[in-house]
């Protein structure tokens, strides 16, 4: 039972990064070194540049938050494949994310919402935005084991058509609301 609280808590923030540690384990280096020379890029930018990309980055994050709440807007309606649409991860873990999603949709009635959202690091195509987001149950039936949540989170976001999908999520901190 206290796996299924757990599930629930990590589902509740929006399911979002269900892809699986081996994903994880194989990002590639260079990936980090093109994130961290991105980061020099900016820093050496003359500030007439460095004006111009701190634009770019607030259209960037104002992009991002609009996709992310639209995600959560779909789990809130219980929207299995609109909500599905806005995860980019495999085939398997969209499966898996049906499967422990399912019950969790036909049990309860939850209402999210995001309290904060910072991006880390950002570039044209990829992001990293650190979330606090808020889940409160408003329905639950059956005894379903669940417990409103505030969780701290990292988001790996990709832009993919135009749309900005979550491909990953770090948990950092859960804390249980009474």
Not at 17 to 32: F, L, Q, V
Not at 36 to 51: F, G, L, N, R
Not at 125 to 150: G, H, I, L, M, P
């Amino acid at each position: 039972m206290k796996k299924l609280v757990m599930l629930a808590t990590a589902l509740g923030l929006l399911l979002t990064g269900c892809g699986s540690d081996e994903e994880k384990a194989a990002k590639p280096a260079k990936e980090e070194t093109a994130a961290k020379t991105e980061v020099k890029k900016e820093e050496a930018k003359p500030e007439a540049a460095k004006e111009a990309s701190s634009s770019e980055n607030s259209d960037a994050e104002e992009s991002i938050k609009k996709d992310l709440l639209e995600s959560m807007k779909y789990a809130e309606e219980e929207n299995m494949d609109q909500y599905l649409d806005t995860l980019l991860i495999s085939p398997e873990d969209k499966e898996l994310t049906k499967t422990q999603m399912g019950p969790i949709f036909e049990k309860t009635e939850l209402e999210y919402k995001l309290e904060s959202m910072k991006v880390l690091e950002s570039s044209a195509d990829s992001a990293k935005v650190e979330v606090v987001q808020t889940t409160v149950a408003k329905e639950v039936t059956d005894n379903f084991q669940f417990k409103d949540n505030r969780v701290t989170g990292i988001h790996t976001m990709k832009l993919d058509n135009g749309k900005w999908k979550t491909a990953g999520t770090e948990v950092k901190n859960v804390e249980y609301m009474e």
